[in-house]
């Protein structure tokens, strides 16, 4: 069953933007060509990188997110790995989508289908200040 990843890769600087165009469209093959589905591109430009990788200071980088069988990602990782164009790339596979939520209404409704109905609470006693005083006269108390 296809899943889907997400592909993160940075393209030499020395690349014009048309060059650029051309590696990501090589990219996009590579994942049709191992019989994976492109979603979304977003080429984020020429930007620094946070430490020199092959001498190289900055790079283009570009996300794709793709959908492909698990077992053709070293396939694609082989072919990216020996690319002229693109020197640093890493692949992530996505969560797996969650289900749709179900409405309110159905959730609370099923959820008392579900729970057996529990017995009222019995009424607690009368705290001391509510309870009514009696005065019980004390035996030969008051009589002659």
Do not use: C
């Amino acid at each position: 069953m296809p899943r889907d990843y997400e592909i993160l890769y940075i393209v030499r600087p020395e690349l014009d933007e048309q060059q650029v165009q051309e590696a990501v469209a090589s990219v996009n093959r590579l994942i049709e060509n191992v019989q994976g589905t492109v979603l979304k591109t977003d080429v984020w430009g020429k930007r620094k990188l946070a430490y020199e990788v092959r001498h190289l200071r900055e790079g283009t980088y570009v996300l794709t997110d793709f959908r492909v069988e698990p077992d053709r990602i070293p396939e694609m990782e082989a072919t990216i790995k020996i690319s002229d164009t693109v020197f640093r790339h890493l692949i992530v596979r996505k969560p797996d989508r969650p289900q749709r939520a179900r409405p309110q209404k159905a959730r609370a409704a099923n959820q008392a289908a579900a729970e057996p109905e529990a017995p009222e609470p019995e009424a607690p006693e009368p705290a001391a200040e509510e309870r009514v005083a009696v005065a019980v006269p004390a035996e030969g108390a008051g009589e002659p």
